[in-house]
């Protein structure tokens, strides 16, 4: 079946800006415009502009985010947008990462310590077979992207093709099975599982979140493909064609591993030699042990811990080529969304830096081969090289993409629901607090929220507790909360658990809440780039989602980063009244759903016992060892109601 065609689901039509700025960014990229930037206003649909742009140009797109949290919003709407559509999630699958690093001065070596979240894994998996599969693909990844993978083309010529009327022999196919790195087992109750029994293989996908595949063999053919369910053993509906993926996308095969497993021992031979000759003795046995473990593991189970620090060997790429990346994945046609790109174009530049300087101690004091520098993000400049057609998308972007962009610069300022940028006041430092504590009970008198910025985490732990000494409701959100707690957080201010919030840099970019109806800015008139006119633009916007919003800055002095971003805000406000006259539009407050609301597809429980994504893993293995309980006594009741527990669990992968 080919995937070709974008179906895009909503109850309303673009309005506002949307319908202009959908027009120009795609005859720009009809016209071979390679870089585009979307400014949009907080609240001004931008998400729902690129959705539109997707639908109509029908390419396949990539949409990097700054963060999870941005990530797993945007993964949502998209999937609410394409329900038909292959969109996907890529992020580190890693419930939590420690990399190696090695303190000299102390003589510390710290470990690789991780824990692989198996369902980020997946979705992984599903996104790089959907990209090498269908046309059809969104994916919402984060800076992941630009880390190495295996190559496509290996990726490719691994899988295993399987069709009706083929030509395959069983042997072969157990034989390819093991090379993807599957398991075989008495039951394919997990995820790169197969079972033999007589002429039928049954192989539950790596990249599967619930269905097996069935493969009926007859005189050295596919007699017959089918959908199944691994759990009750029972055929779903038959297909013509599947291609099984590997279990990970470091796989190669066993002539790859054995080529490697030669190259990386002749590499392991010289650097002990360089290391012998200079009397690093230590070094040279450490890394000698190490990396001998490493070749020891990979002939005897294909495959070993830090297998990633091998990709120069594992690809066979030539090492002055950057390392292959989710972009290579991408067709060259592709589309390539950056949001929030004043913050996203920074962390990519920075990625390589960090990581090379952190390898070469390793390598230095014998903890790893020099090859492993090959395992790295790719530069910044090689990123430019790589990426396809490009819009980038900001309330606030920067220099690199408005420089790139040219005359490619689309504004989109009205918003659909007619909402106008808030009202901006300054008002002197002295009195901050107490004009504050007024301000927020004016706000609870009319069940309204707050949020307040400060400079320091000193003076927000302050603020914090003078508030609760006065009994307000207040949370404090910093940069040692969890993602998981954030959002929590940010749940408990909507739904009116806290009516205030304080953070200094963390209220910004990507917070949606449409309850908050009043942004406190203390010390706006410091200079710096929490009080530079991109921040406080991004910070006032923080109102923008209600009808009463009202950002109130504390400054004894008017600076140039506030007198430019006060007028940025009224010249928008300006033209959104304007709008509002001629099409007759009276504006009213953002609606959008508290995450953490229960639901019939989430259960109580899931408040209860998942904060965070390690409680989440636990419920979930359960979970899992009650539905194998059950589906031994083919309950099929029991079976639909974890099911559709563990669905909804699973669902919360994203927003962690």
Request: proline share 4%; aromatic share 8%; net charge neutral.
């Amino acid at each position: 079946m080919a995937y070709d065609s974008f179906i895009l689901h909503s109850k309303y039509p673009p309005s506002g800006d949307q319908p202009e700025a959908i027009a120009r960014l795609i005859q720009g990229v009809q016209n071979a415009a390679t870089h585009q930037t979307l400014q949009g206003v907080t609240g001004s649909g931008k998400t729902f502009t690129m959705a539109n742009i997707i639908h109509r140009l029908k390419k396949p797109t990539l949409i990097l985010a700054h963060n999870k949290t941005l990530a797993s919003q945007l993964y949502s709407e998209m999937k609410a947008f394409f329900p038909n559509n292959a969109v996907e999630y890529f992020v580190s699958y890693y419930d939590y990462y420690q990399p190696e690093v090695y303190i000299p001065g102390s003589d510390r070596f710290i470990r690789k310590d991780s824990a692989i979240n198996e369902q980020l894994e997946r979705l992984r998996l599903s996104t790089t077979k959907s990209l090498v599969e269908r046309r059809d693909t969104i994916v919402v990844a984060s800076v992941s992207a630009i880390y190495g993978l295996g190559d496509p083309a290996d990726y490719r010529a691994i899988q295993i093709p399987l069709t009706v009327g083929a030509m395959v022999d069983k042997e072969e196919l157990v034989s390819r099975l093991y090379a993807l790195q599957y398991t075989q087992c008495q039951k394919t109750i997990e995820r790169a599982t197969f079972r033999v029994d007589g002429n039928v293989v049954d192989i539950f996908p790596a990249d599967s979140e619930y269905k097996a595949i069935r493969v009926i063999l007859g005189n050295q053919t596919v007699e017959r493909l089918q959908w199944m369910d691994p759990i009750l053993g029972k055929a779903l509906e038959d297909i013509q064609h599947y291609r099984v993926s590997p279990k990970t996308l470091y796989a190669a095969s066993r002539s790859q591993l054995l080529a490697a497993r030669e190259s990386i021992q002749l590499e392991l031979e010289k650097r002990i030699q360089a290391l012998t000759a200079e009397s690093r003795l230590t070094e040279a046995s450490r890394l000698f042990e190490r990396t001998m473990h490493d070749l020891d593991m990979m002939r005897d189970f294909g495959y070993c811990s830090g297998m990633e620090n091998y990709a120069s060997y594992l690809n066979k790429r030539d090492v002055e080529l950057p390392p292959t990346t989710l972009l290579d994945y991408l067709p060259k046609d592709g589309l390539l969304f950056i949001d929030e790109s004043h913050v996203m174009i920074p962390q990519i530049s920075a990625m390589y830096k960090s990581d090379q300087s952190r390898k070469e101690t390793l390598i230095d004091y014998g903890f790893r081969l020099p090859s492993a520098q090959h395992n790295r993000p790719i530069m910044f400049s090689e990123f430019e090289k790589l990426k396809p057609q490009t819009i980038f998308v900001s309330a606030t972007p920067g220099a690199y993409e408005l420089k790139r962009s040219g005359n490619h610069v689309v504004e989109q300022i009205i918003r659909p629901t007619g909402l106008l940028d808030p009202v901006i006041d300054i008002r002197p430092l002295a009195t901050q607090v107490d004009d504050l504590i007024g301000e927020i009970q004016n706000r609870i008198q009319v069940d309204e929220r707050v949020l307040v910025t400060t400079l320091t985490k000193r003076s927000a732990e302050s603020l914090e507790q003078h508030l609760k000494t006065l009994g307000i409701k207040v949370g404090y959100i910093h940069s040692d909360v969890k993602t998981s707690d954030r959002v929590e957080i940010i749940d408990s201010l909507r739904r009116g658990d806290i009516d205030v919030l304080i953070g200094i840099n963390l209220l910004r970019e990507g917070l949606d809440i449409p309850e908050a109806s009043l942004i406190a800015i203390f010390d706006a008139d410091h200079a710096g780039f929490l009080r530079s006119k991109q921040a406080l633009i991004q910070i006032i916007g923080r109102a923008a989602r209600n009808v009463n919003g009202l950002a109130v800055l504390y400054a004894d002095k008017v600076t140039p980063a506030m007198q430019q971003a006060i007028a940025e805000s009224n010249g928008r406000r300006e033209r959104q009244i304007a709008y509002n006259q001629i099409h007759s539009i009276t504006p009213a407050s953002s609606k959008r759903k508290i995450s953490s609301e229960v639901t019939p597809l989430q259960p109580a429980y899931e408040t209860s016992f998942c904060r965070n994504l390690t409680e989440l893993c636990q419920r979930i293995t359960a979970l899992e060892g009650q539905l194998l309980l059950v589906s031994a006594e083919r309950d099929r009741g029991a079976i639909d109601d974890i099911r559709q527990q563990l669905d909804s669990l699973y669902r919360q992968f994203i927003f962690i």
